[in-house]
Structure formats: structure tokens, C-alpha cells
Antibody, heavy 119, light 107 residues
Framework: QVQLVQSGAEVKKPGASVKVSCKVSGYTLSELPRHWVRQAPGKGLEWLGGFDPEDGETIYAQKFQGRVTMTEDTSIDTAYMELSSLSSEDTAVYYC????????????WGQGTMVTVSS | SYELTQPPSVSVSPGQTASITCSGDKLGDKFVCWYQQKPGQSPVVIIYEDTKRPSGIPERFSGSNSGNTATLTISGTQAIDEADYYCHAWDGTTVVVFGGGTKLTVL
């Protein structure tokens, strides 16, 4: 059974970077398609990007290109999402998710990580 | 960039049928999925590939997709169905698009 467990809440100052982790269990990390989605308070879901294990490519949403980096450490089965040059508009809950079961729908989600950007 | 449009809110009486739409250019040519999200919780997929229900999702949830509109239908709506609902499609094979979300109120 695939599970995604994310790191805890973060508070950052404007201009800083944040790195959120997503620990994977029940599946081989390098073979797991995974995505990052965020949700600002009271707002909708927004996709930041994702990794496709079939071609090994990471695709970033155009809005975040140059500011987001998705990486992994297979030795500890953990995926990471780093977002730089933070502003108050980046205050949101950040989720990792996978479509491993249904292929095209995010069927397993992490619990979410609250990132607050405040001076 | 591709966009999906949902009504901000839908209201329904208990036991009645609720319909939530998701519109996009030639959306019927893409696979659509739907998520339910309750306050403080992660989203849960309730429909994928337009019409399929994951294991454990009640039969009262159904989906359709044709032309420019996908529709989530909830038959015999219950109070526990009150939540936010999001549609999701892929623009090409790699870019994910979400609708803006619809708040379902069960009056």
C-alpha cells in the first residue's frame, strides 16, 4: 500500500526558499509518478509540476519554471519540492500526490505541508 | 494555456440530484477526473477517466464527458456530500490543469 508522508509546517521570510519532503512507502521511489500541488488559503488546487518515471523527466508548470525544483533521494525513499524567492502569495498547503493506481488521476495524496511566508 | 471552468457554488436539497459542470475547449477529447475535498483534508479522487469510480466511492457519484463539458452527478445527495469539488484534466500528456472548484451546499 503506497503512502506519502510529508514534512511539517514551515514559516519563511519573503525572498527565502522552502524545501518540502514527501516520504514514500510501499513503492519504489524511482518508479513512482509523483506530482506537487498547492492550495492557498480559501483557494483552489494549483499544480506545480511532476515527475514521470517512464521517461525520467520532470515537468514544471510554466508559472513556476525557474523557481521550483523537484528532486529525490532514493536512499531514503524521499521526494522533495523546493520553491525559491518566496512571497506572501506562496503561502499555501503543499501536497505531494501520485497517480500510480488509476494512471491519470491523483489517487494517493500526502497529508499536506503548510508553508507560511511572512515578514 | 488550457483552462477548466467550474461554477463557484452549487446548492442541492438532501435526496435530490446535484450536477457540477467543468468546461474546457474540446474537453471531451481528454480524460477528466473529479476530486472531493472536505475542510482540512487532502483531496480524494471520486471519478477518473470520465466515468470510473475508485473502490470505496459510493455509486451515487457518476461522471460524464462530451463536447466541451464534463459533468459530475451526485444522485440522492446526502449531507456528508457537502464539500468542494474539483475537476482535473491533462493538457497534452504532461501538464495538469485543475478547475477552480465548486462548493457544494446541501441545504
Amino acid at each position: 500500500q503506497v503512502q506519502l508522508v510529508q514534512s511539517g509546517a514551515e514559516v519563511k521570510k519573503p525572498g527565502a526558499s522552502v524545501k518540502v519532503s514527501c516520504k514514500v512507502s510501499g513503492y519504489t521511489l524511482s518508479e513512482l509518478p509523483r506530482h506537487w500541488v498547492r492550495q492557498a488559503p480559501g483557494k483552489g488546487l494549483e499544480w506545480l509540476g511532476g515527475f514521470d518515471p517512464e521517461d525520467g523527466e520532470t515537468i514544471y508548470a510554466q508559472k513556476f519554471q525557474g523557481r521550483v525544483t523537484m528532486t529525490e533521494d532514493t536512499s531514503i525513499d524521499t521526494a522533495y519540492m523546493e520553491l525559491s524567492s518566496l512571497s506572501s502569495e506562496d503561502t499555501a498547503v503543499y501536497y505531494c500526490a501520485t497517480d500510480i493506481l488509476t494512471n491519470l488521476a491523483f489517487d494517493i495524496w500526502g497529508q499536506g505541508t503548510m508553508v507560511t511566508v511572512s515578514s | 494555456s488550457y483552462e477548466l471552468t467550474q461554477p463557484p457554488s452549487v446548492s442541492v436539497s438532501p435526496g435530490q440530484t446535484a450536477s457540477i459542470t467543468c468546461s474546457g475547449d474540446k474537453l471531451g477529447d481528454k480524460f477528466v477526473c473529479w476530486y472531493q475535498q472536505k475542510p482540512g483534508q487532502s483531496p480524494v479522487v471520486i471519478i477518473y477517466e470520465d466515468t470510473k469510480r475508485p473502490s470505496g466511492i459510493p455509486e451515487r457519484f457518476s461522471g460524464s464527458n462530451s463536447g466541451n463539458t464534463a459533468t459530475l452527478t451526485i444522485s440522492g445527495t446526502q449531507a456528508i456530500d457537502e464539500a468542494d469539488y474539483y475537476c482535473h484534466a491533462w493538457d497534452g500528456t504532461t501538464v495538469v490543469v485543475f478547475g477552480g472548484g465548486t462548493k457544494l451546499t446541501v441545504l
